[in-house]
């Protein structure tokens, strides 16, 4: 069988990218000579003609082409791991690859996960926000390292993974006061035939939230729906409806969109779950969410964190 001389490659891929055996030559600083003589070795050995000549014109042949797909690659991550090797910075630096549910207050996410990046040894973070049922999919093979999620694990994915309760918060009404002036019945009956801006089907709390107007006999007007959580607290900050959020982060809400807290739905409560393939996480990191949603976030959970295993 024949071995791939990585060195004739090379010189093919320079001169495929240089369009002539001259020019390659140059900025490769050997004679032509030399450049045509590892050619014709490599096409020796490969048994395969990779150029047309037509007079001193150098144009590639099928075969030629398609090795120079993967010449590219190849020469590409080269490029990369010497890039790498001589950044002394990214040495001694750790991935960390985080999985969001796009169901998770974006909030809410960053105070979770921004004390990673002040550990002790250097983080690189890479987020990915996405539907919960693909970012397990990932975890499950180690392309990430912990999901943050509104919920545990689905029992039906045959994933084997571990749920770690963050943290649980009751529901908060907000509304904008121009809104409220419009509605003065009181909490929770200015919410009958009000409009509302309801989270997605996809989120946790939208169908217990549902379930707790309909015990309450309240008809509020559904304007619309939102998977995205900013884009509905913006549509809420302009008085398109009331809406709800984690009582735990009521305060961060009304400072940064000029609302009112106007009455608390104790009945339906928002969890927060990080999502593991560890029994118990030992992942810096992940201690590091855990604190924060302690001590920044919801305080100690009342309920022992529970771990569900799935395999």
Same mark, same amino acid.
């Given at each position: ?18 369009? $002539? ?23 020796? $050995? ?39 090797? $001589? ?164 305060? #961060?809400?009304?400072?940064? #969109? ?14 927060? #779950? ?36 799935? $395999?």
């Amino acid at each position: 069988m024949a071995s791939l001389n990585y060195k004739h490659l090379r010189y093919f891929w320079a001169v495929a990218k240089a369009g $002539s055996i001259a020019r390659a030559a140059e900025s490769l600083h050997v004679t032509p000579h030399a450049i045509s003589g590892q050619l014709a070795a490599l096409e020796a $050995s490969l048994g395969a003609r990779l150029f047309d000549r037509a007079g001193r014109r150098l144009t590639l042949s099928a075969t030629g082409r398609r090795i120079l797909e993967h010449a590219d690659t190849i020469f590409s991550l080269g490029d990369e791991i010497l890039a790498l090797a $001589s950044d002394t910075a990214t040495r001694d630096t750790q991935p960390l690859r985080i999985g969001i549910a796009d169901s998770v207050p974006k909030a809410v996410a960053y105070r979770l996960v921004s004390p990673t990046l002040r550990l002790e040894t250097p983080i690189k973070l890479t987020c990915r926000e996405g539907r919960l049922d693909l970012l397990l999919a990932d975890l499950a093979i180690h392309r990430l390292d912990v999901v943050i999620a509104d919920r545990p694990m689905p029992p039906r994915l045959s994933v084997r993974g571990f749920n770690h309760l963050l943290g649980e918060s009751s529901l908060t009404v907000m509304g904008s006061a121009a809104l409220r002036a419009r509605h003065p019945a009181p909490f929770p009956d200015f919410l009958d035939q009000a409009p509302f801006l309801m989270p997605g089907e996809d989120t946790a709390i939208h169908g217990p939230l549902i379930e707790w107007f309909e015990a309450r006999g309240l008809r509020p007007q559904i304007v619309a729906e939102f998977d995205d959580g900013a884009l509905l607290k913006a549509f809420g900050q302009a008085s398109t409806g009331f809406f709800v959020t984690p009582s735990a982060t009521c305060d #961060y809400v009304c400072r940064q #969109y000029g609302v009112d807290a106007l009455g608390k739905i104790d009945e339906v409560v928002e969890q927060l #779950y990080a999502i593991t393939t560890e029994g118990k996480p030992t992942l810096p990191a992940v201690l590091a969410i855990q604190q924060a949603a302690r001590d920044e976030i919801f305080g100690a959970p009342r309920a022992r964190p529970k771990a569900r295993r799935r $395999s």
